[in-house]
C-alpha cells in the first residue's frame, strides 16, 4: 500500500479497529437489530440471511464511497480517501460476483 506513514496508519485504524471499537460497534449493532450477547459475526450473518450477501456487500460499498467523499473534503486526505474508493469499488465487484453466481449457479 503506498502512501504516508500517517495514511497507511489511518486505514489500518479504519480496516482493523480496537478491541473497544470493535465492542462499541458490536453494542450498536446489537442495538439496531435488538439482539443481545451477539458476536460481529454472528449480527453480520443474520443480515446476510435477511437480505442477501449483494445487498449487504452493496450497502457497505455505499458507506465506504460516503466516508471517501467525507474524508476528501473535510480532511483534504485524497491518499485515505483514494484508499475507501478502492474499497467501495471492490465491494461492489463482489457484490456483482455474488449476484452472478447465485443467478446461474457456479
Same mark, same amino acid.
Not at 439482539?35 to 435477511?50: G, H, K, P, R
Not at 474508493?85 to 457484490?95: I, S, T, W
Given at each position: 500500500?503506498?502512501?504516508?506513514?500517517?495514511? $497507511?496508519?489511518?486505514?489500518?485504524? @479504519?480496516?482493523?479497529?480496537? &478491541?473497544?471499537?470493535? !465492542?462499541?460497534?458490536?453494542?450498536?449493532?446489537?442495538?439496531?437489530?435488538?439482539?443481545?450477547?451477539? *458476536? @460481529? =459475526?454472528? /449480527?453480520?450473518?443474520?443480515?446476510?440471511?435477511? #437480505?442477501?450477501? /449483494? !445487498?449487504?456487500? +452493496? /450497502? @457497505?460499498?455505499?458507506?465506504?464511497?460516503?466516508?471517501?467523499?467525507?474524508?476528501? *473534503?473535510?480532511?483534504?486526505? /485524497?491518499?485515505?480517501?483514494? +484508499?475507501?474508493?478502492? @474499497? =467501495? =469499488?471492490?465491494?461492489? &465487484?463482489?457484490?456483482?460476483?455474488?449476484? #452472478? $453466481?447465485?443467478?446461474?449457479?457456479?
Amino acid at each position: 500500500m503506498r502512501g504516508s506513514y500517517h495514511e $497507511r496508519q489511518g486505514i489500518a485504524r @479504519l480496516v482493523r479497529p480496537s &478491541n473497544v471499537a470493535d !465492542t462499541k460497534m458490536e453494542a450498536a449493532m446489537n442495538n439496531l437489530i435488538g439482539v443481545n450477547d451477539v *458476536t @460481529l =459475526a454472528d /449480527t453480520l450473518e443474520s443480515l446476510v440471511d435477511a #437480505k442477501g450477501m /449483494t !445487498t449487504v456487500l +452493496e /450497502t @457497505l460499498a455505499q458507506i465506504a464511497s460516503e466516508k471517501a467523499d467525507h474524508i476528501a *473534503t473535510n480532511w483534504q486526505d /485524497t491518499g485515505l480517501a483514494k +484508499e475507501w474508493d478502492r @474499497l =467501495a =469499488a471492490r465491494l461492489v &465487484n463482489d457484490g456483482y460476483y455474488c449476484q #452472478k $453466481r447465485a443467478y446461474f449457479g457456479k
